[in-house]
């Protein structure tokens, strides 16, 4: 028969292997949750250092695009702005040269020669003004006059006009409503875009020469 000390002992040790199993399977099930877990962080953690590093590319690229554009786009600029201010020191000596010209005797047979250029519609047309800049007629109206004189050209009367800066006449006649622009000022905004032309063709050649 058995005892009820060898009933408690054995009842014991049921217990003992219940509990030991049920521990090992609660133990068994946390390992294999944290195992489950550790391999999604693990994923996700690859996932977001492969993101990272794909942005971090994507943005070097872009961010090196945008820079090298940056350096393209002020390169040009300094550029345009060096051919702009030689275009313009050019064009000041121009001016320069045409003021110290005004000033000697060669501008007067200049003057004879503009006038002789005209010498038809002159003798075609009656009233005609000749519109000088203030200094001009101041200086030159009783030359042109004797020289008008000497062609037998009585049809012109003499005035001034403030579109003159640098030198040379304008032709008005009233009654027609027509004026021929002989100024050097006119002059040079003719010749303007052929010596920029020339001047940024001259630049090329020089960029050229330095380059090879």
Same mark, same amino acid.
């Not at 000041?92 to 110290?100: A, D, G, S």
């Not at 519609?121 to 519109?131: G, P, T, V, Y």
């Not at 008008?148 to 050209?153: F, K, V």
């Not at 009654?175 to 303007?192: A, G, N, P, V, Y």
């Given at each position: 028969?058995?005892?009820?000390?060898?009933?408690?002992?054995?009842?014991?040790?049921?217990?003992?292997?219940?509990?030991?199993?049920?521990?090992? #399977?609660?133990?068994?099930?946390?390992?294999? %949750?944290?195992?489950?877990?550790?391999?999604? %962080?693990?994923?996700?953690?690859?996932?977001?250092?492969?993101?990272?590093?794909?942005? &971090?590319?994507?943005?070097?690229?872009?961010?090196? +695009?945008?820079?090298?554009?940056?350096?393209?786009?002020?390169?040009?600029?300094?550029?345009? #702005?060096?051919?702009?201010?030689?275009?313009?020191?050019?064009?000041?000596? +121009?001016?320069?040269? +045409?003021?110290?010209?005004?000033?000697?005797?060669?501008?007067?047979?200049?003057?004879?020669? $503009?006038?002789?250029?005209?010498?038809?519609?002159?003798?075609?047309?009656?009233?005609?003004?000749?519109?000088?800049?203030?200094?001009?007629?101041?200086? &030159?109206?009783?030359?042109?006059?004797?020289?008008?004189?000497?062609?037998?050209?009585?049809?012109?009367?003499?005035?001034?006009?403030?579109?003159?800066?640098?030198?040379?006449?304008?032709?008005? +006649?009233? #009654?027609?409503?027509?004026?021929?622009?002989?100024?050097?000022? $006119?002059?040079?905004?003719?010749?303007? #875009?052929?010596?920029?032309?020339?001047?940024?063709?001259?630049?090329?050649?020089?960029?050229?020469?330095?380059?090879?």
């Amino acid at each position: 028969m058995v005892t009820i000390e060898q009933k408690l002992t054995l009842f014991s040790k049921l217990m003992k292997q219940d509990i030991s199993e049920e521990i090992k #399977e609660k133990r068994d099930a946390i390992e294999k %949750k944290y195992d489950e877990l550790r391999a999604t %962080k693990e994923k996700e953690t690859e996932s977001k250092s492969k993101k990272y590093i794909e942005d &971090y590319l994507k943005n070097s690229t872009i961010k090196t +695009v945008e820079q090298e554009s940056q350096v393209r786009l002020t390169t040009k600029k300094k550029v345009v #702005e060096a051919k702009e201010k030689l275009i313009t020191q050019v064009l000041e000596e +121009v001016k320069l040269k +045409v003021q110290n010209f005004i000033t000697t005797s060669n501008y007067e047979v200049f003057l004879q020669n $503009r006038i002789l250029e005209m010498e038809n519609f002159i003798k075609e047309n009656n009233n005609i003004i000749l519109l000088l800049s203030v200094e001009d007629k101041t200086h &030159y109206e009783k030359k042109i006059n004797e020289f008008l004189e000497e062609n037998n050209i009585s049809n012109i009367t003499f005035d001034v006009t403030n579109k003159i800066q640098l030198g040379g006449f304008i032709l008005s +006649v009233p #009654e027609k409503k027509i004026q021929i622009d002989m100024s050097i000022d $006119r002059l040079m905004e003719d010749k303007k #875009e052929g010596m920029v032309e020339q001047i940024l063709e001259d630049i090329e050649k020089e960029s050229d020469t330095n380059v090879a």
